[in-house]
């Protein structure tokens, strides 16, 4: 039990890595086949970048526990896909909604200034360990005015995409 426990806080913070990869390398230092789709949310923070990525991650992790079960390795999966959910609900209470606590609140405010301020910069969304290891961490003097130049950004009002795309599924079935 405490080795899945383990693999499953694995899968966790390797989200974390992966999420600084997909946003920091794929969606911005090179040119791939996720810049475009990522410049979109930088020109409207509504259009949420990972909504196609729903499908293929639920597949896989539905394919790997029917065929591997309760194997060791598919917790660590699980922890790779919770990660990516929490990413999800923290990305969009971001943009969309009033923080609750300080966390979210810093959260916010670093994110706000990766899009307003620093699009070269802050590409850790839920954490800033890899931007901090990668050297995309602002300098303590810069994270601070940038983020204090955004603190009082608005919250989002009106539909994101996610019903757009969640519309789109339950017509297709």
Not at 5 to 18: C, P, V, Y
Not at 55 to 76: D, K, R
Not at 150 to 159: A, E, K
């Amino acid at each position: 039990m405490l080795i899945r426990a383990f693999l499953f806080a694995t899968g966790i913070f390797a989200w974390t890595f992966a999420e600084y990869a997909i946003h920091g390398w794929l969606g911005h230092r090179y040119r791939t086949f996720a810049t475009p789709l990522h410049a979109v949310h930088h020109q409207d923070p509504r259009a949420v970048f990972t909504v196609g990525a729903w499908i293929p991650v639920t597949v896989v992790t539905l394919a790997a526990t029917a065929i591997f079960g309760n194997h060791p390795e598919v917790y660590a999966l699980g922890g790779l896909v919770c990660g990516f959910v929490l990413y999800e609900i923290i990305h969009y209470r971001i943009h969309f909604a009033r923080p609750v606590n300080s966390v979210e609140a810093q959260l916010r405010t670093r994110h706000l200034a990766h899009h307003l301020r620093a699009p070269d910069r802050i590409f850790g969304v839920t954490t800033a360990l890899w931007d901090r290891t990668f050297g995309t961490e602002p300098s303590p003097a810069q994270r601070c005015r940038h983020e204090r130049e955004v603190r009082g950004y608005p919250i989002l009002t009106g539909p994101s995409n996610w019903r757009r795309a969640f519309t789109i599924t339950v017509r297709w079935r």
